[in-house]
């Protein structure tokens, strides 16, 4: 088509234009560097009323096998619902082409962006990236299957925070944009609004509808003034936020990471200073500002200069004169940051504990002083200055050495500083700050105790290319040192790719040896290896009846004699390897699951006390119990496996004929533990490709027993070495009861109507 004349292009902005007209407009306008800069001219100078918004479509129940169960927001290109995948029984987020941007999209380019979406995030395997699990067509509407992050945006988060608390959650986010260029992909619309928090508080960058893989993509457009806040749309799909745009992208330029570090520290300077880094009453007026570093600084934040320092050149009207990388950046936020934690050492006691350090901190007159990693030069050391109210910079040094006489404070073990010696049982109630690439070792019979007396937190996040290290000092045998020790005040705390070696000690703990044990009820827990311990790899002790959240993300590895002893509300995401012994069963303290959990194939799963699955009051969604086919659930005396008792719950036990599912009793020689029950508000339960064995329910009823209103299926199921009959039920529509053999299978109707 011929050029649109300006009012088009006017109508196109403002968003006047019928459905057809406006995306052939837009295709035109994309291939067209002489509209582009007319879409430019006009946009600078066009102030735009927001448009009337659409009518809110209909929720579909189902999207192809995904169920919809609520609207979670809506953008322009799509609308994103918390959904339910009954295949791997977990809840997701699905995002939707609106049928909106579906109708107008008469060249394809939209339902593209989409896929283009998707792909980008499949690309980036990250904690700090969204997930993608699925991405297909819904009534020629393209959808993406993803991970579910259901706790809001960090802007929403941001509000009252103080200014450690955000650098530390925009670093994750930073990490996150990092792994994607890493993987060549440029983001092109960070903001926090694009940023989600999941309930296990990690951070998530999302929404990579703009990312190109390729480097130097002119962008198509900018808003006009007066409308910073407000998306851009071209065929459909936002181009991004003027409000964080890096000058090159305002001005249509080639983009790269280097943008996306711009519009990062746009964000972290809001949120820090409570206005954004450039003023002015429109675009024009903003690029002026960018373009002579007039940055504006909001109510006083007490951020460090060195952090402000770090945010001004990332906000550099060039990039050259930017970070050179994402990752340069965030290294820098985090030194500034721990330069503010102080660690204070007095000549004498403090209280009952003290500090050692690997060289002499404390000075002549015992003032105290930081004690944190060296400096960016690598050098420690600096001036000293008093002037009140300005940032002092004093002497500094590294923490080679805990023992059990430890300070009061928050303590950071700097990557730079290398190895720690622990020695005795060393009892931090403060936050411990463990950087990626430090290794601890632990003399006989040490331990580290977090959170055991007053608040604390153990903050261990490593890397897969530099995990933190936990191991013996001594000579490497079982049990040699007595473990990490969780007490009910750790709550927050988390470890990621950690490895802990050669720990529980037995002489400490005869009763309990274990290499990490559990008392909060909020940890999280990811790629932590157990290897070469005594006793339990993990304990997790709660006197409740069920924690307040799970522990999340786990993937314990454990060696020989490296068991687990969790509660049930902790078994989200907990995995085993193949390297475990055959001897180290999970075992399961008494309690509910009230989250989807997942058993998996090969592995022994131990019933310590009646454990149940059923929903949490207050929570919406029903939980689902998932045993794949080669677990093995093994109870103990008297204990069964109930589903739906007091609230609803779901277990789906499906092995195949190859891999059944095995419910025994530990010993496996007599009928001991109470069976499955199936109470009446179970919903949508199976039990297929499995064998029931050495089961005794204690009243001659059934190794599995099905309350009336139950909802179960029953069948494929081999029976063996029971002391009472196979299956009681009353007769019930909603029991499915097939291809059932063994001892004294079926009693229909065994309980009076």
């Known amino acids: 088509m011929a050029c649109p004349d300006a009012n088009v292009v006017q109508g196109l902005i403002l968003g006047r234009l019928a459905p057809s007209e406006r995306v052939a407009t837009q ?27 659409a009518p809110r479509p209909e929720m579909p129940a189902r999207v192809e096998r995904y169920q919809l169960r609520d609207r ?86 941001q509000h009252g925070r103080s200014w450690r608390e955000l650098v530390a959650a925009y670093v994750a986010a930073g990490r996150g944009l990092a792994a994607a260029h890493a993987a060549g992909i440029v983001h092109r619309d960070f903001k926090p609004d694009n940023v989600l928090i999941g309930s296990d508080g990690r951070i998530r960058v999302t929404d990579f509808g703009l990312a190109r893989a390729d480097r130097g993509y002119p962008e198509t457009g900018v808003l006009p003034s007066g409308m910073l806040d407000v998306a851009l749309t071209v065929t459909g799909m936002v181009i991004g936020t003027p409000a964080y745009m890096a000058p090159e992208q305002l001005d249509g330029a080639a983009t790269d990471a280097r943008t996306d570090q711009f519009a990062f520290c746009v964000a972290l300077w809001e949120a820090i ?59 820098e936020l985090e030194r500034a940051s721990r330069s503010r934690r102080r660690a204070y050492v007095a000549t004498g006691a403090v209280g009952a504990f003290a500090l050692v350090v690997g060289a002499a901190i404390a000075n002549s007159s015992g003032q105290p002083r930081d004690v944190t990693a060296p400096g960016p030069g690598g050098s420690a050391g600096g001036s000293t200055t008093a002037t009140p109210g300005v940032e002092r910079t004093v002497p500094t ?39 990626p690439g430090v290794v601890l070792q632990f003399k006989d019979d040490a331990s580290l105790y977090i959170g055991w007396n007053r608040r604390g937190r153990l903050l261990a996040r490593g ?51 274990a290499s990490l044990v559990i008392q909060a009820e909020r940890i999280t827990l990811d790629h932590v290896t157990l290897s070469d311990g005594a006793g339990f790899g993990v304990v997790a002790v709660n006197s409740q009846p069920s924690f307040a959240s799970p522990i999340s993300g786990c993937e314990f590895r454990a060696l020989a004699r490296g068991a687990m002893q969790l509660h049930p509300a902790q078994l989200v995401g907990v995995a085993r390897d193949n390297t475990m012994d055959a001897d180290a069963p999970i075992e399961i303290i008494h309690g509910e699951i009230r989250h989807d959990t997942r058993m998996h194939a090969g592995v022994r799963y131990r019933l310590m006390g009646n454990v149940g ?39 789906k036990a499906i092995g195949t004929p190859d891999r059944p ?93």
């Not at 040192?481 to 988390?494: E, P, Q």
């Open 27 to 53: 295709a035109h306008v994309e291939a067209c560097a002489t509209c582009q800069r007319l879409v430019h001219a006009l946009a600078s100078n066009t102030v735009l009323a927001p448009a009337a918004p």
């Open 72 to 157: 979670l927001g809506e953008g322009g290109m799509g609308i994103v619902y918390r959904a339910y995948d009954p295949e791997l029984h977990r809840e997701i987020a699905l995002k939707l082409l609106s049928p909106t941007a579906a109708q107008g999209d008469t060249t394809g380019g939209t339902q593209a962006r989409l896929l283009r979406e998707a792909q980008a995030m499949a690309r980036v395997a990250h904690p700090n990236v969204i997930a993608v699990y699925d991405v297909g067509a819904f009534e020629s509407r393209v959808f993406i299957a993803m991970e579910l992050a259901a706790n809001g945006t960090l802007r929403r988060w």
């Open 273 to 331: 200073h409570g206005a954004r880094p450039f003023a002015g009453r429109g675009l024009h007026d903003v690029r002026a500002a960018i373009a002579a570093h007039a940055l504006t600084r909001g109510p006083g934040s007490g951020a460090p200069p060195r952090i402000v320092a770090a945010l001004e050149r990332g906000l550099a009207a060039e990039p050259a004169a930017r970070w050179p990388t994402m990752t340069a950046l965030l290294d």
């Open 397 to 435: 040094g590294c923490i080679t050495e805990l023992t059990s006489r430890v300070a009061a404070g928050d303590l950071v073990l700097a990557r730079a500083c290398g190895t720690v010696t622990v020695e005795g049982a060393v009892t931090i109630d403060a936050t411990l700050t463990i950087e």
């Open 463 to 513: 890397t897969p290319e530099a995990p933190i290290v936990l191991t013996a000092a001594g000579e490497q045998t079982p049990g040699a040192w007595d473990g990490v020790h969780l007490g009910s005040n750790a709550d927050g705390s988390a470890l990621a790719w950690v490895q802990i070696r050669y720990a529980g000690s037995v002489k400490q703990n005869p009763s309990n040896p």
């Open 613 to 651: 699955v059923a929903r949490a009051q207050n929570e919406p969604a029903t939980p689902t119990l998932t045993i794949e086919g080669g677990a093995t659930i093994e109870g103990t005396s008297g204990c069964a496996l109930y589903v739906g008792y007091g609230a609803t719950g779901t277990l």
């Open 661 to 753: 599912v095995r419910f025994t009793s530990v010993d496996r020689k007599k009928a001991t533990w109470a069976g499955v029950r199936f109470y009446d508000q179970t919903r949508d339960s199976t039990i297929a490709h499995a064998v029931v064995e050495f089961a005794n329910p204690g009243d001659g009823g059934g190794a599995i027993e099905i309350d009336r209103g139950a909802e179960v299926a029953i069948w494929n199921v081999a029976f063996a070495h029971l002391d009472g009959v196979g299956v009681s039920a009353r007769k019930d529509p909603h029991v499915t009861l097939a291809s059932l053999t063994g001892d004294d299978v079926v009693a229909v109707q065994r309980i009076a109507e």
